[in-house]
């Protein structure tokens, strides 16, 4: 079994592992996949195959937070991808994707489906805003408007500046590598700004997916460094930085760090999602459908609480602005993914 999710709602007593994926694969082994369909009712994209036969079995549940795809590859073999640009890279073509609620059995030359229970979308937006590839499409709604996800954060990236222009005397627009560079292209054209890539990365290695906070402060120090040719003389030190989200608070204040040693300043941050976890309304945010992020986790907003001043003081930046949830929903809302059918329960007390 390969499962991409969070299951909290499994009794994990008497596994081996205390894993919730082993006590999905119990479920799945002694009820069958229709049984987990109807009676969990998240968070799971599950490819299970069972020795001694010869299809493939792949389901997703109802609300479909954790992607999906069925293709072919460049042979006519039917595969299964949790993105359709992952189809697209080793040649293959995508067909469709794994509709929340459905069931597939994929052979080498058929494919049998069947919806198990009806659909609920709840699409995670952090699938979009950071975790998916930059060309991939994520979303079947999206693939059929030609929308991937440098699209969408571009739109990200301009509602961002809308609500949160540059301050003054700001010299140019940079990003914090490597997700958020199309709204950061977004952002600095609205602006009439120049935009710079003042930060590289060495590889693609993401620290927010470490599992310990020295692994994660780790890979953000030894992955996250200075354009050497780029001078505060010539390009100028005043600087806004685009990044995708502030989660523990590890690599804004490293790349302010490392900027600040070449004489740089990081006047500005912003964001284009919201606020992530902490407190609102008495409720603790958080995810606890698959992304590692639960509303227990050492999120920067319960240390200094949802306030953006608050929390610029705690990352040693000057000013740190939000997306509002109401920008965050109405960019997506432009492709027909209402508020009710877009998982923001990390960001939003009420969805």
Known sequence: ?????????????????????????????EHGPEYVLRTVPA?????????????????????????????????????????????????????????????????????ESKQVVPQKPQLCFFEAAYLAMRPSHLWGTLRRQNVDMRRLRRDLGAQAFLEH?????????????????????????????????????LNSDRAFMHPSITERQAAINTNLFVNPDMYPGKHGARFVAIDDSVVRGGNSPEAARKARARGFEMKQLVLYTPMIGGYEDGMALG????????????????????????????LGIERVDFLS???????????????????????????
């Open 1 to 29: 079994m390969v499962h991409n999710g969070t299951v909290s709602s499994i009794s994990t007593d008497g596994l081996k592992t205390g894993c919730d994926t082993e006590g999905l694969l119990r479920l799945h082994h």
């Open 165 to 201: 222009p540059p301050m003054d005397g700001i010299d140019f627009v940079t990003h914090i590598p490597n997700a958020p560079i199309d709204a950061a292209q977004a952002y600095a054209l609205a602006a009439g700004r120049r935009r710079e890539e003042l930060f590289y990365k």
């Open 287 to 314: 995810c606890e459908h698959g992304i590692d992020m639960p509303p227990s986790d050492n999120f920067v907003t319960r240390r200094a609480g949802r306030n953006p001043a608050a929390i610029a003081k705690e």
């Open 43 to 111: 968070s799971y994209s599950v490819i299970t195959a069972n020795a001694g036969e010869r299809g493939v079995t792949a389901y997703r549940d109802r609300y479909g937070r954790r992607p999906l795809w069925l293709g072919v590859d460049k042979n006519g073999a039917y595969m299964l991808a949790s993105e359709d640009r992952s189809i697209e890279i080793i040649g293959g073509r995508p067909i469709r994707e794994v509709t929340p609620g459905e069931m597939v059995t994929v052979y080498s030359n058929h494919v």
């Open 325 to 351: 949830v109401d920008g965050l929903v109405s960019v997506f809302e432009r492709y027909g993914i209402t508020r009710d059918n877009l998982c923001i329960t990390c960001v939003a007390a009420k969805n």
